[in-house]
């Protein structure tokens, strides 16, 4: 598949993980990301999540969580 860049925004809320669960899980599933590395990632996005949530944000917040993730042949970032 062609390169693609793909982003998300969310509130900084523990609540918006499951949606951004669903978009990493999407993105990997378009590119037929290996399940070891799609398992890494997935670990990845919680702990920059929950950190951005916990510590960035001191809690729930309104402010906006942005996640974007982009393929190219061989590589995800």
Not at 15 to 25: C, D, K, M, T
Not at 31 to 56: I, M, Q, W
Request: with cysteine.
């Amino acid at each position: 598949m062609m390169d693609e860049r793909a982003a998300l925004s969310l509130g900084a809320s523990m609540a918006q993980w499951p949606q951004a669960l669903a978009f990493v899980e999407a993105f990997c599933s378009r590119h037929g990301v290996a399940h070891d590395d799609r398992l890494r990632l997935v670990l990845v996005a919680e702990e920059l999540f929950t950190n951005s949530v916990e510590h960035g944000h001191a809690g729930d917040a309104d402010a906006p969580i942005r996640i974007e993730l982009a393929h190219e042949p061989g590589r995800l970032h």
